[in-house]
């Protein structure tokens, strides 16, 4: 029997919720049973009443905002405990058509992915501007660069997870989820795939996108961060050899002149040679450590992955009970 449950994230979403609501589905071929989860965080308005009113099956309440990245996480974790065996994350603001929804899992279905993306018409999109577009086209280059995939649109929000790879994601940022997630899947070796999808009409501006240089500055700080996570041995290790490499290539310049009688003209050289030298030598140190520190990180993850898979068991277990009592 196989379960999906489509989550929510939301944040005041009261205006826009029962339309997004209106348009998910209940049957899905290949699917057994459909259910609906929002995750509701921190809202000060009628959210919550308006997803129960529309239907929602469960709802996982935030005492306050804690942002989209950690509102995300919570609803993976609630859908594993309901023993979700295939998740999909769409807006509230009813930005993807859920139409699409059965085109979206099926890769996974057919089990030739893990985590499956919506590639939007960024091209086709009026609503975007050259710029936006512009810096889509190239924050996804620079994701796929970073996760070794092939995700033309990695902002994008609308994606599927099988129950494993939900499991593995652990999100560090409370910023946003869309870009780490993918370098995390790339990185970890699972089978990550887009499929095209549509888009419907804008019914209120980004509340993620404030400013384009503040996405900029934080979706950069993000693929810095986690790509130092996951290949933090080329990060540090390949830069400090390189700036090594230099300084030795100048201190034997100097030492050339040195014995040639001529090294009193050259004493700029072999400061730059020691500096270079000294910096080389400690990137590369700094790597080595990282290298060690990542091998711990990962035996971390491969414990935090299986007990995640017992708890759930012992979840599904527990609610069992009580209906053969």
Known sequence: MTKLIIQIPCYNEEATLPQTLAELPREIEGVDQVEW??????????????????????????????????????????????????????????????????KLIQPILDHKAEMVVGARPIADTAHFSATKKFLQKLGSWVVRVASRTDVPDAPSGFRAFSRNAARRLNVFNSYTYTLETIIQAGQNDMAVTSVPIRTNRDLRPSRLVRSIPSYIKRSVVTIIRVFITYKSFKFFFFPGFIAFGIGFLIGLRFLYFYFSGQGGGHVQSLILAALLLGMGAFLMVVGLLADLISVNRRLAEENRWRLRGLEEKLTLLTQKEPAKK
């Open 37 to 102: 989860l929002i995750i509701d965080d921190g809202s000060r308005d009628n959210t919550v009443a308006v997803a129960l009113e529309h239907g929602v099956d469960h709802v996982v309440r935030l005492p306050r905002n804690q942002g989209l990245a950690r509102g995300f996480m919570a609803g993976l974790d609630a859908c594993l405990a309901k023993g979700a065996d295939i998740i999909v994350n769409t807006d509230a603001d009813n930005q993807y058509q859920a139409a699409d929804i059965p």
